[in-house]
């Protein structure tokens, strides 16, 4: 896509936030990047979702988190707010692994209370198999500081689009932030579900074959592809 789609998809990421109730006042954030110029967008520290405009993102380096000039950004639009305190952690994951084009980052209440306990969200639910295929895992505490935080999701990721990070929050990543806002919207929506069933009794997961079917079905035929 060009960078005024990306500039467009990385705000109504943001904006799908609070919409879909995985955020609280001005916290969470969205990214994109665009590999071809190095560039990333995201959203800028302490600013509410409600007076946030496409053209308040913050343009930063992939290289190295510095502020994009004006002249160096394909729409020529360079906002003067500072980026997310949590850029760095977006920067790493996009620097980790080429497939990502989005991140976006929660602590959205259902999600946050599992991460909190340090458990992982079982995969007992056929559409936690599509999406996620496989349990939603949750990384071990870390601080954050430097590299842990990405360094923690990198070890712990399953294949799916999520994790939990334990005492934390969530972290969702996919091929452009609208995905991962959609991965984001699932995770909650899977660990507020899975809550419930525990209060009625023992829950367990899909069988390992079983997984493996819904994840290849769902990857494969579903949609309009």
């Known amino acids: 896509m060009d960078f005024k789609q990306l500039r467009l998809d990385v705000y109504n990421a943001n904006v799908g936030l609070p919409r879909a109730r995985l955020v609280t006042a001005h916290s969470g954030n969205a990214s994109g990047v665009d590999r071809e110029s190095g560039l990333v967008l995201i959203k800028p520290s302490g ?3 409600d007076t946030l405009k496409p053209e308040d993102l913050a343009v930063v380096r992939l290289a190295d988190g510095s502020p994009a000039d004006a002249s160096e950004v ?3 639009i360079a906002s003067a707010l500072k980026p997310s305190v949590d850029t760095i952690h977006h ?4 620097r980790a692994d080429d497939s990502i084009g989005g991140v976006i980052h929660t ?6 209370a599992w991460a909190a306990a340090g458990h992982a969200i079982p995969c007992a ?3 936690m198999a599509d999406e996620f295929g496989d349990e939603i895992p949750c990384a071990p505490y870390v601080d954050n500081q430097g590299k842990n935080i990405a360094d923690a999701i990198m070890k712990c990721r399953r294949r799916g689009p999520a994790i939990l990070l334990a005492n934390h929050g969530v972290f969702t990543f996919a091929a452009t932030a609208l995905a991962a806002l959609k991965a984001a919207i699932m995770v909650e929506d899977a660990a507020k579900t899975m ?7 023992k829950v367990s997961s899909l069988p390992p074959s079983e997984i493996e079917k819904w994840w290849g079905r769902y990857h494969s035929t579903y949609g309009q592809k």
């Open 74 to 76: 394909p729409d020529r």
């Open 91 to 94: 920067l790493l994951l996009y």
């Open 125 to 127: 639910l056929t559409a």
């Open 195 to 201: 809550f419930i069933a525990r209060q009625l009794g």
């Open 107 to 112: 602590h959205s209440n259902f999600a946050t």
């Open 47 to 49: 600013v509410d979702y």
